[in-house]
């Protein structure tokens, strides 16, 4: 099969192009996915640079959410059958025409959303949902924080909040552009506040907006440089899970002793590295509470998917991988395989 590949395992942008791999063959309990779409995302550029691992027998080759339709069942799979139309969650493989993957880790797509909008959803939203409902214990009334609000998970963040009653959502983001799309955002599904963390002490805000009280939950990609106010935006009793360490993992000067005056909760977070099990149950749970809400941009449900402007074919993958690198997206950018 086709697939996209990187020259001598690991390099720049110019180095990724179209060639010939192995097809997968199911295991007992897999199903093998035709690949209509797939998505981005800014682990595929860590991993194509040789800086982030690639979990113990996953496929070596890119992306892990997609859209497509099943072509093989492996024994002891009765869930899922010829041409079912899925979407779902791969530890690697899916910037390919074929990918394997546990019958667990498998979506039913909606009818309402297109190939594109079922391949944005796997890896953002089900990471929003574990960041915020299964570690942020999120609950209504609360205040939540969110950096990189304009990122794909940073706008899932943000809309299942609001679904789940928070009383205030405040997203940070570099611009005002950003921000103003942010808030924007149609059914009143965005974040009710944002914040420029390059112009503004987000801490400060925070604290002005929610009348002193602080973030019950924050949502961090960032690390470094965000530490000291997140923990000053922290309410008592308040959830933090850090996603990334954008900024660096280092932090100077610290007291700790405002983690225990705060009874501060602070959990690091990955998804990929998860075992399976772990994976289907949180799956299994995403499909209970979230999936029903899904519907496209143009939509009326209370969670919608967004697509950046731009979706590329696979034979354009060094331009979408440009794009991630600039930081010129809003929503998804997501790659069709024509």
Known sequence: MKAVLVKSGKGGISDLYIGETENPTPSSGDV????????????????????????????????????????????????????DEVFGLASGGAYAEYIKVPATHLISKPAHLSWVEAASVPEMWITAYQALVVIGKVKAGDNVLVHAGASGVGIAVSQLARLYGAKNVIATASSKEKLDNLVNLPGGIGPTH??????????????????????????????????????????????????????????????????????????????????????????????????????????????????????????DIQAAHQEMEDDKNIGKIIVEIS
């Open 32 to 83: 093998i996915v035709k690949i209509k779409a797939f998505g981005l995302n800014r682990m595929d550029i860590l991993q194509r640079r040789g800086g982030y691992p690639v979990p113990a027998g996953a496929s070596t080759v890119l992306g892990v959410e997609f859209s497509g339709h099943v072509t093989e069942v492996g024994s002891g799979v009765s869930e899922w059958k010829i041409n």
């Open 194 to 315: 944002g914040v420029n963390y390059k112009t503004q002490d987000f801490a400060e805000e925070v604290k002005n907006i929610t009348g002193g009280v602080g973030a019950n939950v924050v949502i961090d990609f960032v690390g470094q440089s965000h530490w000291h106010k997140n923990m000053a935006a922290l309410a008592v009793d308040g959830h933090m899970t850090m996603l990334g360490l954008l900024s660096g993992g280092e932090v100077e000067s610290f007291n700790l002793g405002i983690i225990l005056y705060k009874r501060l909760h602070i959990e690091g977070s990955t998804l990929r590295s998860r075992s399976v099990a772990y994976q289907t149950e949180l799956i299994a749970g995403f499909k209970r509470d979230v999936v029903g809400h899904l519907t496209n941009f143009e939509g009326t449900g209370k969670l919608r998917t967004i697509i950046h402007s731009v979706v590329y074919s696979w034979t």
